[in-house]
């Protein structure tokens, strides 16, 4: 029902505002992305690099300009606007900035949400058909397929009039996330590092829209 907003997801409209807007990124950072940091004696050489109108990755001849930090770094989980937050869509922030300097970083971050309209009435939902709300303390850490397969397991061994089965099902989500605390820390299946953030789950039953139709 949704797509996850990230410095990767968002990259190109990202680049596009420095791009647009040199003066927001105070002349420390460069819009490029590199697949690593440019080091000072790669001037003159060629590296992959990717702009606001690119997908794919090209070569340019490192300059001067390359060498200050890139406005997205790091992969995946870990990367980051201005080598700051993790996300670039939310509420507030305005005088969140870099971190020992004056580059605002609310700019760069939207309030725009992504709306996606399911219509209940439409469906015949049972009382396993359920939709999951829940924090980054969940999602950094479990998938999507984990999440459903797990929730597909754990509710039909709860009684189908327990009004509890679907905060059961949310504990049970949270746990998952959080894992076993063991000698290297908190982890989860297959060794994994477990949730340290907050993990707030709703598990919210569709079988009432039923009602709608």
Not at 1 to 6: K, L
Not at 52 to 69: P, S, V
Not at 83 to 106: E, F, P, Q
Not at 171 to 182: E, F, H, N, P, T
Request: charged letters at 30%; hydrophobic letters at 35%.
């Amino acid at each position: 029902m949704s797509s996850e907003f990230t410095p990767e997801t968002e990259r190109q409209r990202l680049q596009y505002l420095a791009f647009m807007q040199p003066h927001l990124l105070g002349n420390e950072f460069t819009h490029l992305e590199f697949p690593r940091r440019v080091q000072r004696k790669e001037l003159g050489k060629k590296m992959l690099y990717r702009d606001f109108n690119m997908t794919g990755w090209a070569y340019k001849t490192i300059e001067d300009e390359d060498l200050k930090f890139p406005l997205i770094y790091g992969e995946g989980k870990k990367a980051r606007v201005m080598a700051t937050i993790g996300v670039t869509r939310g509420l507030g922030d305005h005088d969140l900035k870099v971190h020992d300097s004056n580059i605002y970083i609310k700019p760069f971050l939207s309030s725009a949400p992504e709306v996606r309209i399911y219509d209940l009435s439409k469906y015949d939902h049972g009382a396993d058909d359920v939709l999951i709300l829940a924090t980054d303390g969940l999602w950094d850490v479990l998938s999507n397929e984990e999440v459903a397969e797990a929730i597909t397991q754990f509710l039909p061994n709860c009684d189908p009039d327990d009004p509890h089965r679907y905060t059961l099902a949310a504990q049970d989500l949270v746990m998952r996330a959080r894992g076993v605390l063991k000698d290297r820390g908190w982890r989860i299946s297959n060794d994994r590092l477990g949730s340290g953030d907050d993990i707030s789950v709703y598990v919210i039953p569709l079988i009432h829209g039923n009602k709608l139709s």
